[in-house]
């Protein structure tokens, strides 16, 4: 079973940088965190530490309450996708 809450917050992760449309070079400048593991976060290959987290999203200028309410929104959208996947 796949962890739908890491994926959500990996692909917001994604969607805020690109919606700000900075490179991870850029982020990575502004954040102090490397270009590798920011590409790692986004593409869930490890898991981000609150930390991280909270440098992140002072980047992408939306507050740790906003980002977990819309990774919240996405992890339900994922079961419901994963659901119709399961029905198929």
Partial sequence: MK????????????ELRAGKKLTL??????????VDAIARYEN???SITITNLYKLVEVYNISLIIFFKEVYAKTQELKIEEG???EA
């Fill in 3 to 14: 962890d739908l809450f890491a994926e959500a917050v990996a692909s917001r992760l994604r």
């Fill in 25 to 34: 070079k850029e982020v990575s400048d502004i954040s102090g965190i490397s």
């Fill in 44 to 46: 869930n290959k490890n």
């Fill in 84 to 86: 119709n996947h399961n």
